[in-house]
């Protein structure tokens, strides 16, 4: 028995590197395991890694609609949810002078946004299971560097 048996997990953002690593640590710790992501091609991916063992649930972090209709998702599967991790971001390396204001509405909209509104989400279900529940959000070491390509990632983080 792991320290995550018969617990419900969510993984935003868990289809590639960290998130993943997370996903196959929760599984071999006996989590019962839901990934989020966007891309057609790491969601695949972590389908074949993780196989039967997680749920993997396209979702875009940055669309609050997308977060409601997840958090929906999971309550008509999962009797309760016990952990949201908050994995997913956007990474976008530009020189400062070069951001666009969509571009940068986008990063602001998954990385900032997209993680409250994820949470809010989340909580309804944690709250109407008793109010228990673990919120883990990841941050990054860019937010402590000067470098300059990823100013406002740092700001998001």
């Known amino acids: 028995m792991g320290r ?4 419900y997990t969510l993984i935003t953002g868990g289809t590639s590197g960290i998130g993943l690593a997370t996903a196959q640590a929760f599984i071999a710790e006996g989590a019962h395991v839901a990934v989020t992501g966007r891309n ?11 196989g039967d063992k997680a749920w993997v649930i396209p979702t ?3 669309d609050i609609a997308s977060q409601k209709a997840l958090a929906d998702t999971l309550a008509a599967r999962w009797p309760r949810l016990d952990a ?3 994995n997913a971001g956007d990474v976008t390396h530009a020189p400062l002078e070069a951001w666009q204001e969509d571009a940068w509405d986008r990063l602001m909209g ?3 946004k997209g993680a409250f509104f994820g ?4 909580a309804r279900q944690m709250i109407a299971q008793g109010g228990g529940g673990v919120v883990i959000n990841m941050s990054s070491v860019n937010a402590l560097l000067a470098i300059p390509s990823l100013a406002t990632y740092a700001m998001s983080t």
């Open 40 to 50: 057609p091609e790491t969601l695949a991916e972590a389908e074949r890694i993780l």
């Open 60 to 62: 875009d972090a940055g």
């Open 4 to 7: 995550l048996t018969d617990k």
């Open 110 to 112: 998954i990385n900032l």
């Open 119 to 122: 949470v809010q989400a989340a």
């Open 84 to 86: 949201v991790f908050l």
